[in-house]
């Protein structure tokens, strides 16, 4: 079988490195399950194709250009493909086109859909709500040219496509074992996360200024920040107001080395905990990354893809209430498993190529 897999996104931009890292494990995935894949993404500003360059500087919008370069080179990109695969990165003239020359061809298309509904994500400014217009007119219309959606949620069917449920997994070949056990003495919590809203690190924030304010007998508890993104300002008042720039540290964006050494330092993972903020339809990736590290989680939400009565997946309500800090260092504390035992379980049940399956079979 073989497959194209186009994305939308920059390789090397920080904002992206999630997302990469995602995308990089479904097509590893594919690999893995005998599918001859090839690839189209951004690295720098450039359009490439597997390793070969193709098109220099995709101006703004990136999300409209990159589909119209992918139109201009079609004839080189398109082969005798079984299907493509595509993130999908909102409706636009070109997408749209590139839908209808694929039909003609007699590729079948699948889009991911990261989340849905995903009407939360477009702001109110002019730009942006003619992109949801223009959005709406295209979604009408994908019925006719895209055979599947996969998708996190667990609709039957969206804009009238059939859905494939598939749910964020990892890529353990790129995730390393966290060194050393857990500590009891300090508890050192570590959130990485293009900076949103719905990640609720504003809960743990406030619930450290509650807990260093309260009469308990304390150990210490801090909070590592890793990542950039448009919450990250909210984030940095926040702890300014609460006088928490000792606990509380933004590190930027962080990957390789430097990422594993700050994994090493510490011992609980923050997963989203507001997912309330968003409207729903999230899967975050970033609970199962944690317990690939060999980690113990907190989060917010139930993940279909996790037991959630494992000891070491510790949930709270999603609500705005500040994070119970002494309950989280308590129900840490309670923790028996070795980092090698969490590892254990993702590679059993959160692996890429459980998930990747799916579409294989739908075809």
Do not use: C
Request: no cysteine; charged share 25%; aromatic share 12%.
């Amino acid at each position: 079988m073989k497959a194209l897999y186009i994305a939308a996104i920059d390789q090397f931009n920080p904002l992206d490195f999630g997302v990469y890292n995602k995308i990089e494990g479904q097509i590893n995935a594919f690999k893995k399950l005998d599918v001859d894949i090839s690839w189209v993404l951004i690295r720098g500003g450039d359009l490439w194709y597997n390793n070969q360059l193709l098109y220099r500087n995709i101006s703004r919008p990136v999300h409209i250009n990159f589909f119209r370069v992918i139109i201009k080179h079609l004839d080189q990109l398109i082969q005798k493909y079984d299907f493509v695969y595509i993130r999908y990165a909102r409706g636009n003239i070109f997408y749209y086109l590139l839908l209808k020359r694929l039909k003609e061809r007699g590729i079948r298309v699948i889009t991911e859909i990261p989340t849905f509904p995903y009407d939360s994500e477009f702001d109110n400014n002019p730009k942006q709500l003619l992109y949801r217009t223009i959005d709406g007119y295209i979604t009408k219309r994908m019925h006719k040219y895209v055979y599947r959606i996969a998708t996190t949620n667990n609709y039957n069917f969206i804009f009238n496509i059939p859905t494939i449920k598939i749910k964020n997994a990892v890529n353990l070949e790129k995730i390393k074992l966290r060194k050393g056990e857990i500590k009891k003495n300090t508890y050192n919590l570590i959130g990485v996360a293009n900076l949103a809203k719905w990640h609720g690190y504003d809960r743990i924030i406030r619930g450290l200024k509650e807990y260093y304010d309260s009469n308990l007998d304390k150990v210490d508890v801090n909070f590592f920040i890793v990542g950039e993104g448009n919450e990250k300002q909210n984030l940095l008042e926040l702890v300014k107001n609460l006088n928490l720039e000792d606990r509380v540290k933004f590190l930027g964006a962080q990957t390789g080395g430097e990422l594993d050494n700050l994994f090493n330092n510490a011992n609980i993972g923050v997963s989203s905990l507001a997912l309330n903020r968003a409207g729903g339809g999230h899967d975050p990736i970033k609970t199962k990354e944690f317990i690939a590290r060999g980690m113990p989680v907190v989060l917010g939400y139930e993940d279909k893809l996790i037991d959630m009565n494992l000891s070491y997946v510790i949930r709270f309500d999603d609500d705005e209430s500040p994070i119970n800090i002494n309950y989280l260092v308590n129900k840490v504390r309670e923790i028996n498993s070795t980092p090698m035992e969490i590892r254990s379980y993702a590679l059993s049940n959160l692996v890429w190529e459980k998930q990747m399956l799916k579409v294989i079979n739908s075809l």
